[in-house]
């Protein structure tokens, strides 16, 4: 049955990899926030699986949790990538309208895309939805659950280029390094971004530089929940699904403390609390 099959993947996620999710920050998405999450990406753009021009693309897939109840078609329309060869094998055998592959998206190049991929990415008439729930890990933090140093997991290429552009502190954060390079991939096309992360990159004074310079874009809907929900991560801080309108730039995103506070209030307000038990 549909629950059992849902009750097994649960318990894969929480056995299979354990010490590699703990050492990257990476957990996967209980599918009832998925599903909410969809909703809200259905709300923003409609049914864009009718138009030919739509593409999605998971470049952060894990087991596939985002996708796993999506129908052929709207698979049909999707790409899935995932650092680790063994969960892009495992999506492949369970998602197989959708092309799936293997590729980390921190460190490889785009010739290493599949081919149809790079043709839709030329493709200036293609319309995106960026959808993914990015590992969380800080270098040189102390893991939550463990309180260990994590100093070589942000160690990326990404990494690189932001510390070339005096980013700060922002690009030992793993999240911030794949909205850096999609936002880079992504810039002059139409696009949405709908993530799950912490809310660091809006509310930190270390983010500021970060934001200013490349992360001026429109806020459209979302809700957040407690980490607790996450199986495997004993820590205790907000998570949201926000999508952002990458093609529509505000001009400054925050300038003054102030600023900040309105800001992080309006979003706040904005955002949907899926249910009492789960406050944060």
């Known amino acids: 049955t549909a629950d059992a099959i849902i009750s097994i993947r ?6 299979t990899e354990e010490n590699l999710r703990r050492r990257t920050g990476e957990f996967y998405t209980p599918l009832a926030f998925a599903d909410k999450a969809f909703e809200y990406l259905t709300r923003t753009v409609g ?7 739509f593409r999605l693309w998971d470049m952060a897939a894990g087991t596939g949790n985002l996708e796993f109840n999506f129908p052929p078609e709207i698979l049909k329309k999707c790409y899935i990538s995932t650092l680790i060869q ?13 092309t799936v592959f293997q590729f980390d998206f921190l ?18 008439n293609i319309k995106w939805i960026i959808y993914i729930n990015p590992p969380y890990a800080t270098a040189s933090n102390k893991d939550l659950t463990k309180k260990v140093a994590k100093p070589n997991v942000s160690m990326t290429k990404i990494r690189k280029l932001m510390t070339d552009e005096n980013l700060g502190e922002v690009s030992r954060e793993l ?13 002059n096309r139409q696009a949405w971004l709908g993530m799950f992360s912490s809310l660091r990159y809006i509310t930190t004074v270390n983010d500021e530089k970060f934001r200013d310079k490349y992360f001026a874009c429109k806020f459209e809907r979302g809700f957040m929940f407690s980490s607790k929900n996450f199986d495997g991560c004993n820590g205790k801080f907000p998570v949201g699904f926000i ?9 400054k995103l925050m300038n003054a403390p102030d600023d900040k506070k309105i800001l992080v209030m309006t979003l706040t307000n904005k955002l949907f ?4 038990k789960m406050k944060l």
Do not use: H
């Open 86 to 98: 063994d969960d892009a094998d495992y999506c492949k055998s369970i998602f197989r309208e959708a």
């Open 175 to 187: 999240f911030s390094q794949f909205i850096y390079r999609i936002i880079k991939d992504f810039d």
């Open 243 to 251: 999508i952002w309108n990458l093609a529509e730039k505000i001009i």
């Open 273 to 276: 609390l899926p249910s009492t």
């Open 107 to 124: 460190n490889d190049d785009a010739n290493k895309l599949p081919e149809n991929l790079r043709g839709d990415l030329d493709n200036p």
């Open 47 to 53: 049914n864009w699986w009718l138009d030919d021009n």
């Open 10 to 15: 649960r318990k894969m996620d929480r056995l």
